[in-house]
């Protein structure tokens, strides 16, 4: 059964930065794209990295493009999240997913706050 585990949320004042993580277990993770979703309150989830299954192409959205990396270690069966200068709009829940599928783990929130 595949299965996906975020890890690394917290609170951080503006200008902070974190590191989200997400482990796959139960298929073969080095097959699959990987993506990073969030969803804010009131509000519906949004697309915000992307890597492909061998770490050598990334995509970001325009809001985090500057401030947000996306990498992969597949020998460990995971993805990350770097996400630098952080905003109070990038409070959310942090979810990742492995790209045409409906796996989807149980989210790591995120709070930028003073």
């Known amino acids: 059964q595949m299965q996906l585990v975020e890890s690394g949320g917290g609170l951080v004042q503006p200008g902070g930065s974190l590191r989200l993580s997400c482990g796959g277990y139960g298929f073969i993770f080095s097959s699959y794209d990987m993506s990073w979703y969030r969803q804010a309150p009131g509000k519906e989830r949004e697309l915000v990295a992307l890597?492909?299954?061998?770490?050598?192409?990334?995509n970001l959205a325009g809001s985090v493009r500057g401030r947000f990396t996306i990498s992969r270690d597949n020998a460990k069966n995971t993805v990350h999240l770097q996400m630098n200068s952080l905003r109070p709009n990038d409070t959310a829940v942090y979810y990742c997913?492995?790209?045409?599928?409906?796996?989807w783990g149980q989210g790591t929130p995120v709070t930028v706050s003073f």
């Open positions: 890597i492909s299954s061998s770490g050598g192409s990334t």
């Open positions: 997913n492995a790209v045409g599928t409906s796996a």
